[in-house]
C-alpha cells in the first residue's frame, strides 16, 4: 500500500521561497502521477499542481509561474519549488497518488484517508 508523508513546510515571507518534500513508500516508478493540494482555514481542499510518471506537469493558474512540481523517482519523492509566496498561499499542502487524465487528476484515495500535510505559512 502506497504511503505518502509532506514535509518541508515552515514560516517564511510574503516574496520568500519554500521546497516542499514528499516522501513515497514503495517505488513511486509504478504510481501513474502524483500531485500537491493544500487547504486554507475554512476553505476546501484545492489541487496545486501534478505530475506524470512520464513527467508531464499541469499547474493552476494560480500558481502557474511560481510554483513547480517535480519527482524524482530514484529518491521515491516528490518535490514542490514555491517562489513568490503570498499571503494568500497560507494554508496545509498535502500530496496524493493517483491517476492523471489529460489536465484532470483522479486522487487513488478519498481526502480522508491522506497524510497529515505540512503547514505553510507565509507573513508579511
Known amino acids: 500500500q502506497v504511503r505518502l508523508v509532506e514535509s518541508g513546510g515552515g514560516l517564511v515571507q510574503a516574496g520568500g521561497s519554500l521546497r516542499l518534500s514528499c516522501s513515497v513508500s514503495?517505488?513511486?516508478?509504478?504510481?501513474?502521477?502524483l500531485a500537491w493540494y493544500r487547504q486554507a482555514p475554512g476553505e476546501q481542499r484545492e489541487l496545486i499542481a501534478f505530475v506524470t510518471s512520464a513527467g508531464i506537469t499541469s499547474y493552476k493558474g494560480f500558481v502557474k509561474g511560481r510554483f513547480t512540481i517535480s519527482r524524482d523517482n530514484a529518491k521515491n519523492t516528490m518535490y514542490l519549488q514555491m517562489n513568490s509566496l503570498k499571503l494568500e498561499d497560507t494554508a496545509v499542502y498535502y500530496c496524493?497518488?493517483?491517476?492523471?487524465?489529460?489536465?484532470?487528476?483522479?486522487?487513488?484515495?478519498?481526502?480522508?484517508?491522506w497524510g497529515q500535510g505540512t503547514q505553510v505559512t507565509v507573513s508579511s
Open positions: 496524493s497518488h493517483g491517476r492523471a487524465i489529460g489536465d484532470y487528476y483522479y486522487p487513488a484515495r478519498p481526502m480522508k484517508d
Open positions: 514503495g517505488s513511486i516508478a509504478s504510481i501513474d502521477a
